[in-house]
């Protein structure tokens, strides 16, 4: 995929104020991609959204790399409605490390950091409600990790819930 | 079911020694829930104190299931997320795989696609018109929107031979030809269309019951719109004039004629009002697209085998709903990496709570109607 620099005022605002923290700046394909420590994500993110204009949160996504040491990546996808623009920011997590919750700045933040804490067992610092979202409050496991096998369930809790055997 | 908390503290300290206060369970099988949504009320007798909607009746896992099929197997999958706007579901799905394999799309597929998803928008709205409408206590205009609907559904059975989940699209273009009389057809439900709108009107916008229900009620202003992430018509009706199809235009619709309607309070009427002025838009932009359908190829230069390089793409569309994304990671493999839908129906349904506190109990289920959720995109 072609990856080139990103350059104009607002990579190079982010870069000076930023510095080493954040990691690439770059056009992935065309499309606007920032990766930052996750110890300065939350600053980063504030900054987009209050001096920059990124006033819609788009989605808040992870994907997860068990080889690697940092096994998370968060996505926070950001788009301004006044400049029609839209930039991606990806932070690396290791298991768990707590991830920084934008509920304060964005309240789509709420439903959307549940369901990345349910599907991946990621935990959001300051969320004022984390709880699942899709699947049962009980069940065991987060089925978006790797790990997690396509046919795999919580039995216990499908026999004692349905009373089936098995969901399969 | 774990301890629910609605009301912010200092709501719930005036309340809770109001012998008034109750909370009730609606749904998960209740007619106007459009599925199986269960939202617990929290009331002070007819007034909405706060909500907690409790979804994923209908999780079926997809982004799983694409991790585990390959990007072709994949593609049916997404039709049963939104079923009742499965063409838009498939479009977005396809051109997220287009721009990971950089592949350009034959003008005459990209028109087709547009024709097919614009009728998919009418059906959809059509489905909310009738059963929103139902919700609210109005008969009649669920029997005349399925007549309507009817006919597209009619459109897609002869274009690809199923009703539903068509599974329209192919990545890199389209697997069929349109069929002989598919202009005529496609013109005839416009002109069609545009009569039965007015007939609609006459039911329900100057209706006294169907005014008061809706005017005033689950008001969502545009700051609020754009916290809560809400986009779609239901933005449009609090005055932002913005929709994907204008703003970042795809598959061609920089070619079309088209307005964006608006309306200026957000609530329901608007929101009704805008979803109307819409499918007179979408008959519009079917008939540009007919008139001006390109001859040519239907299929861009797309191998048998779909192996996009390493590499990930965010490709969103306006759906019915509002904007669905597409997130898809692929690490050179036949399999995607991770699928992220970025379901518009969820996302809006997060701010029920919202539009819902303050107002009374009746119009709770005016709320999710107007909304215009599916379950299935919501649970996924």
């Known amino acids: ?168 | 079911m774990a301890e629910t908390t609605l009301a912010p503290p200092e709501v719930q300290a005036e309340t809770l020694l109001d012998s008034n206060e109750l909370v009730l369970n609606m749904g998960p099988q209740h007619p106007s829930t459009h599925g199986v949504l269960r939202v617990i009320l929290k009331l002070d007798g007819e007034t909405v104190l706060g909500t907690d909607c409790v979804i994923g009746y209908l999780h079926r896992g997809v982004e799983k299931i694409a991790e585990n099929r390959t990007f072709q197997q994949f593609a049916p999958y997404v039709d049963r997320m939104d079923y009742v706007a499965a063409v838009s579901n498939g479009l977005g799905y396809c051109m997220a795989v287009e721009k990971l394999l950089d592949v350009e799309i034959p003008p005459r597929a990209q028109a087709v696609r547009v024709i097919l998803t614009e009728l998919n928008r009418l059906a959809s709205h059509l489905l909310w018109l009738g059963t929103h409408a139902l919700d609210i206590g109005a008969i009649t205009p669920v029997f005349l929107c399925f007549r309507e609907r009817e006919e597209v559904l009619k459109i897609f059975e002869n274009y690809c031979g199923a009703r539903l989940t068509t599974h329209a699209f192919r990545i890199g273009g389209l697997q069929y030809e349109t069929y002989d009389t598919f202009e005529k057809e496609c013109l005839e439900f416009c002109d069609l269309m545009e009569q039965k709108l007015k007939e609609y009107h006459d039911l329900l916008t100057g209706n006294r019951i169907w005014v008061r229900r809706t005017k005033g009620v689950g008001i969502l202003n545009a700051a609020d719109c754009k916290d809560y992430g809400v986009t779609g018509p239901l933005i449009r009706a609090a005055g932002v004039e913005w929709d994907l199809r204008k703003a970042q235009p795809y598959c061609g619709y920089e070619n079309y004629d088209f307005d964006i309607p608006t309306a200026e309070t957000g609530d329901t009427f608007d929101r009704y009002m805008v979803r109307m002025e819409e499918m007179v838009q979408s008959c519009r932009i079917i008939r540009q697209a007919v008139d001006a359908l390109p001859e040519g190829p239907i299929k861009g230069k797309v191998g048998k085998v779909i192996k996009p390089p390493p590499g990930e793409a965010y490709v969103s569309i306006e759906a019915p709903k509002g904007e669905l994304g597409y997130y898809v990671v692929s690490d050179g493999s036949l399999n995607p990496y991770r699928v992220r839908v970025r379901p518009p129906s969820f996302v809006n349904l997060g701010a029920l709570d919202k539009m819902c506190r303050g107002s009374l109990v009746a119009d709770v289920v005016a709320i999710i109607g107007t909304i215009d959720i599916v379950l299935g995109e919501v649970d996924r």
Not at chain 1, 40 to 59: M, N, R
Not at chain 1, 152 to 167: C, G, M, T, Y
Request: aromatic fraction near 10%; charge should be negative; include cysteine.
């Open chain 1, 1 to 168: 995929m072609p990856c080139e620099p990103w350059e104009g005022d607002l990579p190079a605002a982010l870069q000076d104020r930023f510095g080493e923290r954040l990691g690439r700046v770059v056009l992935l394909g065309g499309q606007k991609l920032l990766v930052a420590d996750i110890a300065a994500a939350l600053e980063v993110l504030s900054c987009l959204k209050q001096e920059h204009g990124f006033d819609y949160l788009v989605d808040v996504t992870a994907v997860h790399w068990p080889d690697k040491a940092e096994q998370f990546e968060i996505v926070w996808t950001l788009y301004s409605y006044s400049a029609n623009e839209r930039v991606r920011l990806k932070a690396a997590l290791a298991e768990g490390q707590l991830a920084p919750s934008v509920t304060a700045l964005y309240s789509s933040a709420n439903w959307l950091e549940r369901e990345v804490y349910d599907m991946f067992g990621i935990e959001f610092k300051d969320h004022p409600d984390l709880r699942r979202i899709l699947m049962p409050d009980e069940w065991e496991g987060f089925p978006l990790r790797k790990e997690y096998g396509i046919v795999q369930q919580d039995s216990d809790w499908v026999r004692e819930n349905l009373k089936i055997e098995s969901a399969q």
